[in-house]
């Protein structure tokens, strides 16, 4: 089990930036990917991006390309979350999550993740 605390949420205004930490504690040997997911007001949990553990590819969903970056640092076992020009429709709770499982698999879906952290909201204003 991987236990992950995320911070860094916030209320900013359109345009603005925060920075989103996601820390893994416990069985850290066995993550092969972070991802963070977020989730606005009724809607489904989306996919954001994410990073594999030891061969370092980085996914974006589309609508954040080019204004999020998705970094790790290893030996703090962390994983951050830079987010620039934020919109309004950027609004929701955000959540880490980490898959421990090997093989091929559909990295979108939250439902291949095993471990998540308890969310942090941030709010863009327009």
């Known amino acids: 089990q991987v236990q992950l605390v995320e911070s860094g949420g916030g209320l900013v205004q359109t345009g603005g930036s925060l920075n989103l930490s996601c820390v893994a504690s416990?069985?850290?040997?066995?993550?092969?990917?972070v991802s963070w997911f977020r989730q606005a007001p009724g809607k489904e949990r989306e996919f954001v991006a994410r990073?594999?553990?030891?061969?370092?590819?980085?996914s974006y969903t589309d609508s954040v390309k080019g204004r999020f970056t998705i970094s790790k640092d290893i030996a703090k076992n962390s994983v951050l979350l830079q987010m620039n020009s934020l919109k309004p429709e950027d609004t929701g709770a955000y959540y880490c999550?980490?898959?421990?499982?090997?093989?091929?698999?559909?990295?979108?879906?939250?439902?291949?993740?095993?471990?998540w952290g308890q969310g942090t909201q941030v709010t863009v204003s327009s």
């Open positions: 416990g069985q850290t040997y066995l993550i092969d990917t």
């Open positions: 990073v594999t553990w030891t061969a370092d590819l980085r």
């Open positions: 999550a980490v898959r421990t499982g090997t093989g091929w698999y559909d990295f979108v879906q939250a439902r291949n993740y095993e471990n």
